[in-house]
């Protein structure tokens, strides 16, 4: 694989912090919110499905974003319209697999009266949403952009 940094250039920034506070931040205010308000459903889907959802997202986008090249991105793109487009394909991703997750996973013997299978299809689009607009507008402020070609 060839390296697209440019000589003399920084290296990307790290991605574990992303990925960290992708986790414990909606884990911690659904938690918190779970606890609160008395739903131990809310209060493991934090630390499960939404918190890990979150850190999945952040830390699989993030991986590409900071291997592509400067020039995949054309110049004139604005950030919060490559954001606001990463976070619609995550919402988008997120609600097939939850759709998906709650259609067979209540199939399992283990799981056929669990109400956990049931929240799937809110809490993964949500989440991924979420985590796709933040790793893209963080790790689109740290790359550098393309150079414009101008007469």
């Known amino acids: 694989m060839t390296s697209t940094k440019a000589p003399g250039a920084p290296p990307p920034p790290t991605l574990w912090p ?5 986790y414990a931040m909606p884990a911690l205010t659904a938690g918190l919110a779970g606890a609160v308000t008395g739903q131990p459903q809310l209060l493991a889907a934090a630390l499960t499905t939404i918190g890990g959802t979150s850190a999945l997202v952040a830390a ?3 991986q590409i974003l900071r291997r592509r ?5 054309p110049a004139r793109t604005t950030r919060l319209l490559v954001a606001a487009g990463l976070g619609s394909a995550g919402a988008a991703l997120g609600l097939a697999a939850g759709l998906a997750a709650a259609h067979w996973l209540p199939q399992l013997p283990a799981l056929s009266d669990s109400p956990w ?7 993964l689009p949500v989440s991924a949403a979420i985590a796709a607009t933040i790793t893209t507008w963080r790790r689109l402020t740290t790359a550098p952009r393309p150079a414009r070609n101008t007469p």
């Open 117 to 123: 299978p049931r929240r799937l299809p809110v809490d």
């Open 18 to 22: 992303d990925v960290l506070a992708a």
């Open 60 to 62: 699989a986008l993030g």
């Open 69 to 73: 090249p400067a020039h995949t991105r």
